[in-house]
Each structure stands twice: as structure tokens, then as C-alpha cells.
């Protein structure tokens, strides 16, 4: 990544990123900051700083009420249904994932094509088009408001992606690794094992990252295909309700988003560097 | 340990094109063999044959007299360096060492893999390194992990493909000797694959010239140098490569474009009825008579300089002629087939650096007509080939060889004594 930059286009792109991070910070901070007001101060702005921005007193009320108030009979079951589904999605689509895209890089079977293309295909798809079918039809066999009912729409999300994200990363492995390992005396399943799969860690991390993610934020089907018992976060923020009738539930879903923001971005922060890291520098000559 | 026999091996690829044409070897215990030719001659797929990452489409491969050809390669127990080492990243120095090792479940204890591992980067100069990924180090000192994970597994046979092309040109010289020691040392059957004809010189018991798949000579490097087969091998070795002059066949003479040199004998006989040959004449084998005394029976002649290279220990003329047009295809054809760039016919003169000739001088060179190879033009056949000569150098070489086997043999032993 070293490249030669005059000083004056990095101060340029200094700018625009600090812009761009602006930008994208804002609504969470805002978020935050709502999560953070008492139901008064949501309601009147000269209780808060920098124009309605930040509360003048921070109030834990909102938080209270999604982990033991009123609203936790809906929010923790769906923070839990919501680890579950995602974490095993990922589980299952990564490894799924792992071995389709080693045979793709690594062998010639005729089909190969096909498969990379139909799963590109099916990304490009659009998810409402599947609900309505999908909800018909797990209500027949019975998958309507389960866990396994969530977990497969979303390995249909994630499994092409992942696919595509991996064999791009086994591709660039050399050959050779592979190769010196079976010379050295592995057989094919140690060779993966001992040699190929510790250098696409960092891939299958970026991919795993993005599986859980694109499981984690899915709205669409978890609010159409399942009622109670395997709602997911996002599903249930919908039917958030006030303290009473009369009061809008802002405050709590702004708590709950940020809570279910958390882990997320606990993520990123750890693999970060695994992400980032070129563990292959160093194999080869280059 | 062990002999490794190539019959008949074929290598067909999806067009049917041959890369490996029919090559039969027999490379001997302990022997180191080189593989060489100009890119694209199949040495590297016959190597990767042998290794078992390359399927023979037909022939026999075998070691110790077993046929190897349906095993994998983690079954042929051979060990190999690749050209860009192919080392582990994710593991370090001794890992890497280690990993051959490690597979073998339960044929090594961890005090023996240590003792293995450590025996072996000991040989190498590797200990100071042994916690850091290859990540961390230079291109020398990768290609000597790569070379102790190939040691350390105690392999029928070594491989090597092209492991010292990523060096620059002082490592590769230190390596190369370090290599050419540790066979010695090992007494290991090795088969080294190359382009660059000084390791194929320096390193091999015996070389194996390729062109285009096929086996063209294999020979001692000294049989190579004096007695090619034929045009290619002629022009493949040597570096200044030797001069490759048109002459013309006129009674007992052969005219060739500086000069006219009488023939006789059975050389005379072998030239009869044919118009044209080609004269191969090594640059050393010139002599600028002004400073050094000729040999005896020398032809005289004077051409004019065009450009002379003065090495400090050497000094190079360039001599430009035409080409007759009889034979300008073949020497045109012999050009590309050794990876040249068509450029202009030149002869290339070895000149002591004494010489004070400078560009533009007529210098006065002489040559013994004895040292001159005369090619049949159409099959490229050396006429001048003395069979028996050969026979000779292949069995000095071989009987070299044995000499410094058991010489390295009875040094390893002493040394063990010693230590003990």
C-alpha cells in the first residue's frame, strides 16, 4: 500500500475522509444522543445542548425500560434469537462457503462457471420477491417462527457473497503453498488444512464479518417470517411501545439500536487488524 | 538414496502438443543431474513429472526399480525447493523446517524433530533465525529455509526448480557452491532444473540439455563443452556462446569468411559432396597473434574490430561478418531456438586482456584448425565429434565423481569421530 503521494493530495483526501466520516458518524451520534434523553427532553428542546442535539441530563430511563422495564419481554428474546440466528448463519455459511470456493480457485470441474454465476445471480436478487413465497410455504412445513426458518433465507444472502469474497482470496494463495505441502508428504485434507486455510484466515474473517452483518441488519425477513418465538432485534424495535399510549417509543428503540449497534462494531474493532494484515507476505518472492 | 529411472516419458497437454518428448534417463545414486535448456523446453514439467505434480501421459518413471508413476507425490518421499521457495508464512523458520516432520504422525518424537530441525538449520547458518517468519527475511535466507525443509526430511532424492533465479548475482554464487557442498555432503541423488548454464557447469555431475521436449545430450559438463552432439548443444554451452561461421566446401578446403582453412583426413572425407557447413569456433580458441605465441599449425588471418570489452581479466572482440546465404536460415533458426534476439552475425573473439586492440584496428588473430566443430548444416550434426574422446571425459568424470563422494564420505566420518 505504499505508494508516492505528494503532500497535497494527501491533505486533500485528509479532508474528504474527515467529510465522509462526518457523515456517517452523525446519525449514530444523534442516536446516541436520543437514546440518552428523558422522555421530557424528547419532547422539548430546551432541555438539550447544541440545538436539541445532547440532553443537559443524561437519563438511563430508556435503557432500564428495553432490559427490565416494560419492554424487555420483547427486546431481550429477540437480542437472543437475534445472536443465535446470525452467529449460526455465519457459522454454516462460512464453512459452506470455505470449501465451494476452494474447489472453484483450485479445481477445473465443468459446471464451475455456472455456479459462480448463479450465485451471483441469486445476490442480485430481490429479497421481498422471496418472503411472500417463503412465507407460504414455511408456513406449510412448518418453519413459520422458527430459528431454523430465519437461518436459511439468510444463508441464501450470505452463501453468495461469502462464496464470491473467497475464492477471490484463494485465488491469490500461489499454488505452489499446495504444492510444497503435498511434496512434503500432506495429503490433499492437510494440505487445506495445515497450509491453505491458516492463510485465507484473514478472507474468512472479512467474509464472516460480512455474513454476520448482512444477517444481523435483515429486516425484511425476520419481521415477515417469524411472529414471536424467533423474532430478530430489528423486527422487534417495530413493535416497540411507548410508556403508555400516548407516548412515542423513540427514546427505547434509539436504546435498543444502539445496543444491538455494540456488537457490531465490537467486531470490526478486534479482526480489524486480521482483516487488514497481508498474512501472506513473504511466501513467495515479491 | 536411490536411482531414479526415466523410460519413454511423454508429457502431452490438452492440445496434444509434447512438452516432454520421449526422454530416457538414468540418473544414478548420488548423482547430480541438471536439467537445462532455453525457457520452454520442458525441463521444469519433466522435473514436476518426477515429483508427482505433473501427470506423465505415458512412459515409466521409476525409483529404486518400484514404477512411481500412479503415486502422489507425498508417496514418492522426494524432496523439492520451488522456484520462489514456496515457504510457509503463517509459520515460522523452525515450524517450516519442521512441517515435513510434523505430517509423518508418530514416526518422529518432538525431541527428534528438535534435534532433526536443529541439526539441519545448523548446516545451514539458519539458528539465528529460527523464531521469525519468513516474512521477516531476506531472499538468501528464505532459499536456505527452503532448502532445510527439503534436508530435513531425509528424501530418496533432492529437486530443484530454478532455486537460485530470485537471487541477485553474488547470493547466487554463494548459494550455488553452498548447494553443490551440501550434495557432496549428503551424497544425495539430485536433479537440478536451470537456464543459467553456469550452474548447469559448475553444479552437475552430468547435464541434460532439452530443446523443445527433447533430449539433445546428456554428458558431463566437460564432454558438453568439447564434444557437443550437435549445433544446439554447441551454441546452448559456453558463454561468450560459441561462433557459428558459414563456410563453404571448396576441394580440401573450407572458406570461411576471414579466412580459407585446409582440411584433411577423415574430416576432409566427411565434408565430400556437401556445398556448405557450419564452423563452430569457441571465442577462446581465437588468439591475437601480436601478443600471444599461436599454437602450431595455426591459420592466420586480419579482421577488423568493431567493438572490444575490456573486463579486467578478459577482454571480448566483436568481429561482424555476413552470413552466407545457404545456411543464414539455419543460423537464424539455431538463434531463436536459444532464445536470441536476431540481432547481427557477429564473431565473438576471447582476447587476452593484454591486447591492446581498439575498436576500428585490423587485429591479427590465429586459430588452430583442430579446435574447429564442423555442423552438417541440414541435420546439425557435429562431424567433428570424436566418440572415443568422449567416452574418455565421461569416465574421468565419473570416476571424479566417485572420488569426491567418498571423499565427502570419509570427511563426514571423520568429523563424526571427532565430535564424538
Known sequence: METTMSTKAKNGLGVVSIVIMIWTLIPL?????????????????????????????????????????????????????????????????????????????????????????????????????MVTPLFNLWRQIGLFDTIPGLIIPYLALTLPLSIWILSAFFQQI??????????????????????????????????????????????????????????????????FTGASQFVQPTGAICAAAVVVTIPVVILVLVFQKRIVAGLTSGAVKG | MSSIELKHIVKKYGDGFPAVNDVNLDIKDGEFVILVGPSGCGKSTLLRMIVGLEDITSGELDIDGKRVNDLAPRDRNLAMVFQNYALYPHLTVYENIAFPLRLQKGKHSDAEIDQKVRQASDMLELDEHLQRKPGNLSGGQRQRV?????????????????????????????????????????????????????????????????????????????????????????????????????????????????????????????????????????????KDSTVETAPEHSVKFNAVVDQTEWLGNEQYAYIPYEADGAVRKQLEDLDRDLDGEGLRTQMIVNLDPRSRVIEGDEARLAFDPAAMHVFDPHTGANLTRDDDKAAQIAAESEKLRKAALARAHKREVEQAEKSA
Open chain 1, 29 to 129: 451520534l444523534w442516536i446516541i444522543a436520543t437514546s440518552l434523553k428523558s422522555t421530557a427532553a424528547l419532547a422539548d428542546p430546551s432541555q438539550n445542548l447544541f440545538g436539541n442535539f445532547w440532553p443537559k441530563h443524561i437519563s438511563w430511563d430508556n435503557y432500564k425500560l428495553i432490559f427490565s422495564g416494560g419492554a424487555s419481554d420483547l427486546f431481550l428474546p429477540a437480542l437472543w434469537h437475534s445472536i443465535v440466528v446470525c452467529v449460526v448463519s455465519t457459522f454454516i455459511s462460512v464453512v459452506l462457503a470455505t470449501f465451494c470456493a476452494y474447489a472453484i480457485s483450485r479445481l477445473n470441474f465443468p459446471g464451475k462457471k455456472l455456479i459462480l454465476t448463479t450465485s451471483l445471480a441469486v445476490s442480485f436478487f430481490p429479497v421481498i420477491a
Open chain 1, 174 to 239: 500461489p499454488w505452489e503453498m499446495e504444492q510444497a505441502a503435498q511434496v512434503d508428504g500432506a495429503t490433499s485434507w492437510q494440505a487445506f488444512i495445515k497450509v491453505i486455510a491458516p492463510l485465507a484466515a484473514p478472507g474468512v474473517f472479512t467474509t464472516a464479518i460480512i455474513a454476520f452483518f448482512t444477517a444481523w441488519n435483515d429486516f425484511v425477513f425476520s419481521s415477515n417470517l417469524t411472529a414471536q418465538s424467533a423474532q430478530t432485534v430489528p423486527a422487534a424495535l417495530n413493535f
Open chain 2, 146 to 286: 527452503a532448502m532445510g525443509r527439503a534436508i530435513v526430511r531425509e528424501a530418496d532424492a533432492f529437486l530443484f526448480d530454478e532455486p537460485l533465479s530470485n537471487l541477485d548475482a553474488k547470493l547466487r554464487g554463494q548459494m550455488r557452491t553452498e548447494i553443490a557442498r551440501m550434495q557432496r555432503r549428503l551424497g544425495i541423488t539430485t536433479i537440478y532444473v536451470t537456464h543459467d548454464q553456469t550452474e548447469a557447469m559448475t553444479l552437475g555431475d552430468r547435464v541434460c540439455v532439452l530443446k523443445r521436449g527433447v533430449l539433445q545430450q546428456v554428458a558431463s559438463p566437460r564432454e558438453l563443452y568439447e564434444q557437443p552432439v550437435n549445433l544446439f548443444v554447441a551454441g546452448f554451452i559456453g558463454s561468450p556462446p560459441m561462433n557459428f561461421l558459414p563456410a563453404r566446401v571448396d576441394g580440401n578446403r573450407l572458406k570461411l569468411p576471414f579466412v580459407d582453412v585446409p582440411v584433411d583426413g577423415e574430416l576432409a572425407e566427411k565434408v565430400k559432396g556437401k556445398d556448405v557447413v557450419i564452423v563452430g569456433l569457441r571465442p577462446e580458441h581465437l
